[in-house]
């Protein structure tokens, strides 16, 4: 890792890279014990080639050390939160006053200048059910020429997150029932049907 960090925050994102972010460099959690607050996050791509696989993001500008937290939103920023290095609330009078702040964080996947080749989900509605082993069919809208080979839908499984630890976080890549990339039609008027 390019940097060094303890109590850092790690959020597995909807493409499978991992964002690290928060923390200190020197230290340990606890007391007023950590140092040095590390301000620019980190986006890991496991799929680079070894030696290019962490990309240093734009640096916030308030510390988040022990008690920090990060977790990933509905719409694919992350939510980053909190920090209090401290046995109680110190909001003044020392070096990393408790914050109770939040941010957010996006993801180069949500670069304003995409938002035109974006696909957007017509179907299924937000907060639909499906049940084991039932076929999921989605259909969304995208622009311009879309390479039906390198689509690919994921699922996160939304974790619980606590000192710099998510607990239960997954990612789950769909695929049809014999394993493979899911058959893709278009369906017109840019509207494309995935089927899982």
Do not use: C
Not at 44 to 50: G, M, Q, S, T
Not at 171 to 178: A, D, E, K, Q, R
């Amino acid at each position: 890792m390019p940097l060094a960090r303890v109590m850092g925050d790690m959020v597995l994102l909807p493409n499978g890279n991992v964002l690290i972010i928060n923390g200190a460099s020197s230290g340990t959690a606890g007391w007023d014990i950590g140092r040095n607050p590390v301000l620019t996050p980190l986006i890991y791509r496991p799929n680079n080639p070894i030696g290019l696989r962490f990309e240093a993001q734009n640096s916030s500008s308030i510390p988040r050390m022990y008690h920090s937290t990060a977790i990933l939103l509905r719409d694919g920023r992350i939510l980053v939160s909190g920090s209090n290095p401290h046995a109680y609330y110190n909001f003044t009078g020392v070096d990393f006053p408790t914050d109770l702040t939040m941010e957010t964080f996006s993801p180069d996947y949500l670069d304003p200048r995409l938002v035109r080749v974006r696909p957007v989900i017509v179907s299924p509605a937000s907060h639909s059910q499906i049940g084991y082993g039932q076929q999921l069919v989605i259909n969304f809208k995208a622009q311009g020429r879309i390479n039906r080979g390198l689509i690919t839908v994921t699922m996160v499984a939304p974790p619980f997150t606590t000192h710099s630890f998510s607990m239960n976080q997954r990612l789950l890549v769909l695929t049809n029932s014999t394993g493979i990339s899911a058959s893709v039609i278009s369906l017109g008027d840019q509207i494309i049907k995935f089927g899982l």
